[in-house]
């Protein structure tokens, strides 16, 4: 293993999956700490591993102490640097989890400093002047705002990451980027005494010049686009093949599982509901238990082996509701438990493509369906690969606001190929 990956939910394990495949690097996304013995094959054919956690939005010294967990493992693993991904959009709170979990991890490491670059433009994630944007919208009006577990009020990310960390805050600005001089403007930073580093980003050639200047530091963290930037330092064994042999068709029954809230993903699910017949989850009636098990197997029975949609997404003032009732945590809890009974429930009935949109969504059916490992497939949008179980399940991992209108149609199809 060359690159050991350590990232804070599984959506945002698959898409730096998918980005250094892209890049050449064969990767593997592990479900959790990788526990038991793994096949020497899958670990002599691994230059990226990828353990996925679900670290995000819990306790803080649980996902410190689960985030060194894993980076033991990766070590052990002979991995030659770190990468610690979280989202493009620094999912965070004033007390973390972002900052703290970066600094024990350079404790960890015995290093002093590292970047935080969660810039993906690809998917329109960019930061200028320390500044993040989400397409022409900074941060804190694209929506984010409304996260119900990570409201993200302020695009200013040295201003959001303070809070969280013991030490200064530095930024690599774009000119220096521009100018040929990011590795002398990460070194004067680090001389200043801000070794804890936003970056600048936007576009893919300053992911590479970023790489590039950061290929000695043991600890780099940001989204998954920095991951076309570290990849070209490493000297692979062997480069994935330009063209594989197509697999098998799967014609299984497909199904999807929508939690996330996101304004792209309502529009989604406007759209997916046009083409496939759709279930709603009511969270006062899952709450009062009103709504079981029976109701969803009984609409996935009536409605046959087409393709599905059972969804909680919905505008979030529409929420509100609930969560004022109920409490936001309980809700949201709930309900990540429930999605993966019902994952485990419609795989039991021979469902085997599975589409979840939503990363806590995402790591939950993960976690239910007690996958081990995923491996990465085709590209079915930027940031969403298909991914395919030991036992040959079809899955995508889809964050929030990723995905075209029409990906959830569209992955449908894909998931047959992958």
């Known amino acids: 293993m060359l690159l050991g990956c350590i990232a804070d939910d599984f959506t945002g394990g698959s898409d730096l999956g998918n980005t250094l495949s892209k890049a050449g690097m064969r990767s593997t996304l592990f479900s959790g700490l990788p526990t038991g013995p793994h096949s020497a094959d899958l670990l002599e054919e691994c230059d990226a591993g990828i353990v996925a956690l679900k670290t995000r939005s819990i306790p803080l010294d649980e996902a410190v102490a689960q985030s060194l967990e894993a980076l033991d493992w990766l070590r052990t693993q002979g991995a030659q640097q770190i990468l610690f991904k979280y989202c493009s959009t620094f999912d965070s709170t004033a007390a973390g989890n972002i900052g703290p979990v970066a600094e024990a991890l350079m404790k960890a490491l015995g290093t002093d400093r590292t970047i935080f670059c969660p810039a993906f433009p690809e998917t329109g994630r960019s930061v200028y002047m320390g500044h993040l944007f989400v397409g022409d919208r900074l941060l804190n009006e694209s929506g984010m705002q409304h996260h119900p577990l990570t409201p993200m009020t302020d695009p200013d990310l040295r201003r959001w990451l303070r809070p969280q960390v013991s030490q200064e805050v530095g930024l690599l600005r774009h000119a220096d980027i521009a100018a040929g001089k990011t590795e002398a403007a990460l070194a004067h930073e680090c001389d200043e005494g801000r070794r804890l580093i936003v970056c600048d980003t936007l576009g893919a050639q300053d992911l590479r010049a970023i790489g590039r200047a950061v290929a000695d530091w043991p600890l780099v963290t940001g989204g998954s686009g920095i991951g076309m930037g570290l990849a070209p330092n490493f000297k692979m064994p062997k480069q994935i093949p330009t063209e594989t042999a197509k697999s098998l068709r799967e014609k299984g029954p497909a199904v999807v599982l929508s939690g996330s809230c996101s304004r792209m993903s309502n529009r989604q699910l406007a759209y997916a509901l046009n083409h496939m017949p759709g279930f709603a989850i009511d969270p006062d009636a899952l709450m009062a238990g009103r709504l079981t098990m029976k109701d969803i197997t009984e609409f996935a029975l009536a409605v046959g082996d087409g393709p599905k949609v059972i969804y909680s997404t919905a505008d979030p003032d529409a929420t509100k509701g609930s969560q004022q009732t109920h409490g936001r945590e309980e809700v949201a809890s709930r309900l990540e438990r429930f999605f993966g009974e019902?994952?485990?429930?419609?795989?039991?009935?021979?469902?085997?493509?599975?589409?979840?949109?939503?990363?806590?969504?995402?790591?939950?059916?993960?976690?239910?369906?007690?996958?081990?490992?995923?491996?990465?497939?085709?590209?079915?949008?930027p940031g969403v690969p298909?991914?395919?179980?030991?036992?040959?399940?079809?899955?995508?991992?889809?964050?929030?606001?990723?995905?075209?209108?029409?990906?959830?149609?569209?992955?449908?199809?894909?998931?047959?190929?992958?």
């Open 386 to 418: 298909a991914l395919t179980t030991s036992d040959g399940l079809r899955i995508t991992l889809k964050s929030g606001n990723f995905g075209g209108e029409d990906f959830y149609w569209r992955a449908v199809t894909c998931l047959e190929d992958a």
């Open 342 to 381: 019902i994952a485990c429930a419609l795989v039991a009935q021979g469902h085997r493509r599975i589409i979840v949109g939503g990363g806590e969504t995402s790591g939950a059916v993960v976690q239910a369906l007690r996958i081990r490992e995923l491996h990465i497939g085709r590209e079915i949008d």
